[in-house]
């Protein structure tokens, strides 16, 4: 019930793609769903996140979609550039609880 | 305002040694999280600090465990080091509420011989 799912666990997209990310959830009780970047020899950097009140929320090229009743949400980057070529990490949390994270997908954007 | 800093950055341990690593969170963050990136397990939590108090606690042995200063600064520490001990720790900081809106550090990559 504490798992979140992510997949797939690495993805090749060509310059100027939809790279699409999903994660599945179990504990409806979750109530903040974030997105995390991490580029090599960096820490994980917040990226977006979602509350389960809105079924869509965009900054910039990313953008999450929030299917409550599938228990799912995904991450899309529009336009993708190389320079969005990182680690992606979903999570879900509640109340004061520790995030509990997905595996990590392996995002490679090809020139 | 700086990010959050981790000292240090590359530490080589041998099998048995302790290891003491250091996190400074964003000034104003009262919270500090650790956590433990592995290739095959990604991102396991370890404990959270809030106010000098372990507030929540992940599934590893009595080996580590990690306090927090008054000024907020943390450390964690690793006794009788294993190999698979060898990972990347990470430390992440909050405003006050341990699940939302995490800065993480650089992290300290362990290797373990």
């Known amino acids: 019930q504490q798992q979140v799912k992510q997949s797939p666990q690495s993805l090749i997209v060509q310059k100027g793609g939809i790279p699409i990310i999903n994660c599945a959830y179990e504990n409806t009780a979750f109530d903040y769903f974030p997105w995390y970047q991490q580029f090599p020899g960096k820490g994980p950097a917040l990226l977006i996140a979602?509350?389960?009140d809105v079924s869509e929320k965009k900054e910039g090229r990313f953008t999450i979609s929030f299917n409550k009743s599938a228990k799912q949400f995904s991450l899309h980057i529009m336009d993708s550039q190389p320079g969005d070529s990182a680690t992606y990490f979903c999570?879900?949390?509640?109340?004061?609880?520790?995030?509990?994270w997905g595996a990590g997908t392996k995002l490679i954007i090809k020139p | 305002k700086a990010g959050v800093t981790q000292t240090p950055r590359y530490l080589i341990k041998t099998r048995g040694q302790q290891v003491t690593l250091s996190c400074s969170p964003i000034?104003?963050?009262?919270?500090v999280s650790w956590y433990q990136q592995t290739p095959g397990q990604g991102l396991q939590f370890l404990f959270e600090?809030?106010?000098?108090?372990?507030?929540n606690k992940g599934n590893f042995p009595g080996r580590f465990s990690g306090r927090q200063f008054s000024n907020s600064r943390s450390e964690m520490n690793v006794s009788t080091l294993e190999l698979g001990d060898s990972a990347l720790y990470l430390c992440?900081?909050?405003?006050?509420?341990?699940?939302?809106?995490?800065?993480f550090g650089p992290g300290t990559r362990l290797t373990v011989t």
């Open positions: 979602i509350r389960p």
């Open positions: 999570a879900a949390s509640r109340d004061n609880y520790q995030l509990i």
């Open positions: 992440a900081s909050s405003q006050d509420s341990l699940s939302y809106e995490q800065y």
């Open positions: 000034s104003g963050h009262r919270s």
């Open positions: 600090y809030f106010s000098e108090t372990q507030r």
